[in-house]
């Protein structure tokens, strides 16, 4: 897919690129940011949660970039080599036609992988067009000063913390701490930038042409053959080939975490403060693109993320709120301590800009079923799990029967204080659920009896005091009256029949009080205070849960719709943040998991049900 974009001419007297108009490349180990205006300005070395290195996005005069552009008035337009994460820019102008290749090259060799080796390869495929270059990094978030040592066509950046190698078959200039590079092209002519994480281990190494292209080749053989694997045929390959294209890019290899997302603090709302960093292991999110792999036949993938879990002993945990805890570190580490970044101004004025997470000590209790979900069904659909990891999941259960009818942050990670939300008593009772239907198929030790009896009272305490007569609708606190989205995995996890007359009251409700077009807004935050000020966008996994509610329930053509438009709000490469604005606009980190693991589900199960 490719869309007409203004080149330049962005938002902001041209200071930000919206979040929209980006694609992601990476190498399973970090990303980058590519704007349609072929800036680079989001890029974290060597990994995910490493502090970045361009970060314009966050602020466009202290955050750092890579620009590589025309030097003439064009217009763009970006596309993904087809079933790949190879991202082409294009750039028309009144004398020819030329494109950027970005890509970074997928390797296992430990040394090169360490390289990081990010690919930028301009082409000139009609006519001629003078280009130039700004390669201007910022390290540490902008707070570490650099040295430049610039010798022929290598460009070498020290910080205290990090270096970064710059080779270019197009001339290079000093610009103060930077570089520059102005130069043309004629039909069929290209040249190559590569920027490279050196040390004493990876010295830096010249990309000449030929190298590059088949690098690009091998790059586009890597992704198809990966993709290849994918079992969805149906009606929306394009938008589930991309979702999991982009779920495999927010894997960590080393250690088959999964990130949330890629970014840091890009906004909820512009302006406001509910500006979060997301790269790190939600234990849900995680879980939830398991469940997503599995669907598509990726088992590799939930193999190495139960590795994560398995290795790191993340089921032995013994913190203060319970076995888990809410997220990780990409290595496993749980100690992400939050603070903020003065000295960036957020994107588009969107203050502050954070970094770590200071919900990691949130209890919630309803991450216990999402993992053991995730558990059951790689137990089902990938390997038998083992002995070990059996009594290590009978463990958290056990604990689970003593601790679920105790008020916690809840699923939306609030920030007004714990309360009884149905929402994570929904989830508990998956997690004793489906830990029993594991016992059972596999002929397991358990205490089922006691299992049996917590499933019972979670179920029972949900339907007496999870209902609200008055609403016709389960709500989102015990003896509440308010709405929320997230009670639409409830037939999604064969709680309740998508065709009870309790919840298609409740379906109603929602579609009434929650839904926008085909949009959904998790719940009303001046009904429910979350400690947060202002208001948020609609958030785009609930209206995928809603599509998949609806299909569900019988009411396919209301899915099928609900479903097609939910797809335009995608950006011209089929990706999504995490929520959508008032006027469309995307909003949140980006691209977001959530987002399309729930795109697949939705997908998978409306299609199956049209047949």
């Known amino acids: 897919m490719a869309f007409d974009t203004t080149g330049s001419e962005q938002a902001d007297g041209g200071r930000y690129t919206p979040i929209s108009d980006h694609g992601l490349i990476g190498d399973l180990r970090t990303t980058a940011l590519v704007a349609t205006n072929g ?24 955050g750092g970039s890579f620009e590589l552009a025309a030097d003439v008035r064009t217009r763009t337009r970006q596309f993904y080599f087809p079933d790949t994460n190879v991202l082409i820019t294009r750039f028309f102008a009144a004398d020819g036609v030329a494109e950027i290749q970005d890509f970074m090259p997928v390797v296992d060799e430990s040394r090169e992988a360490a390289r990081h080796r990010l690919i930028r390869r301009v082409i000139c495929v009609r006519g001629t067009l003078p280009f130039r270059a700004r390669i201007a990094p910022r390290f540490g978030y902008g707070t570490e000063p650099h040295t430049l040592h610039l010798e022929d066509h290598t460009a070498v950046f020290r910080s205290p913390s990090l270096a970064l190698a710059l080779t270019a078959t197009a001339p290079l200039e000093a610009d103060g701490p930077d570089v520059s590079s102005h130069f043309k092209l004629l039909e069929g002519e290209s040249q190559v930038f590569a920027l490279d994480r050196i040390g004493d281990d990876v010295p830096p190494r010249a990309c000449p042409r030929a190298e590059a292209q088949e690098q690009a080749e091998a790059t586009v053989r890597f992704w198809r053959h990966w993709l290849a694997r994918s079992r969805y ?20 290899a080393p250690t088959g975490a999964i990130v949330a997302a890629p970014t840091t603090s890009l906004p909820e709302r512009i302006g406001g403060e509910r500006n979060w960093d997301y ?42 709120t319970g076995p888990l805890q809410i997220m990780y570190g990409i290595d496993g580490r749980t100690d992400l301590p939050e603070y903020e970044l003065p000295q960036l101004e957020g994107h588009l004025g969107s203050a502050p800009v954070r970094v770590g997470n200071a919900a990691t000590g949130q209890l919630q209790l309803d991450i216990y079923g999402a993992l053991i ?33 105790q008020p916690d942050e809840g699923v939306w990670e609030t920030r007004a204080g714990r309360r009884n939300f149905v929402y994570s008593r929904l989830m508990c ?10 016992a059972n198929r596999r002929g397991l030790p358990a205490d089922l009896t006691r299992w049996r009896e917590a499933r019972d009272a979670i179920y029972r305490q949900i339907m007496r005091r999870g209902w609200s007569a008055d609403r016709g609708a389960f709500v989102q606190g ?17 709680f309740v029949s998508p065709t009870d ?15 926008s077009d085909s949009l959904v807004y998790r719940y009303d935050p001046t009904a429910s205070p979350d400690g947060l000020r202002g208001p948020e966008g609609t958030f785009s996994i609930c209206s995928f849960w809603y599509v998949e509610a609806l299909a569900r329930a019988g009411r396919l053509e209301e899915a099928r719709l609900a479903f097609e438009k939910m797809l335009t709000y995608a950006n011209h490469l089929g990706l999504f943040a995490e929520e959508i604005g008032p006027t469309g606009e995307q909003l949140g980190n980006f691209p977001q998991a959530f987002t399309h693991l729930s795109l697949i ?9 049209l047949g």
Not at 501 to 515: E, Q
Request: hydrophobic letters at 45%.
């Open 39 to 62: 800036t680079i300005d989001w890029y974290c070395c060597p990994r995910f949660d490493a502090p970045s290195v361009f970060g314009s996005i966050l602020d466009a005069d202290r």
């Open 233 to 252: 045929h149906g009606r929306w390959r394009e938008m589930v080939n991309r979702s999991a294209l982009v779920l495999k890019l927010l894997t960590y």
């Open 279 to 320: 790269r790190y292991v939600w234990v849900r999110d995680a879980a939830f693109c398991v469940y997503a792999m599995l669907r598509l036949g990726f088992t590799s993938e939930a193999e190495a993320f139960m590795g994560f879990i398995s290795e790191r002993g993340i089921l032995r945990g013994t913190g203060e």
């Open 373 to 405: 979900d995730s558990i059951y069904l790689y137990d089902k659909w990938g390997q038998p799990i083992s002995s070990d990891r059996w009594d290590e999941v009978g463990a958290v259960v056990d604990w689970l029967c003593e601790h679920w009818d």
């Open 429 to 438: 009772w998956v997690a004793l659920e489906r830990a029993m239907r594991m």
């Open 478 to 494: 015990l003896d509440d009256h308010v709405l929320d989205a997230s009670l639409l995995m409830m037939p999604m996890a064969k």
């Open 501 to 515: 007359p309790k919840w298609l009251s409740t379906l109603d409700a929602l579609t009434a009080d929650l839904v």
């Open 601 to 609: 589900s939705a997908a998978f199960n409306l299609d199956r049900a």
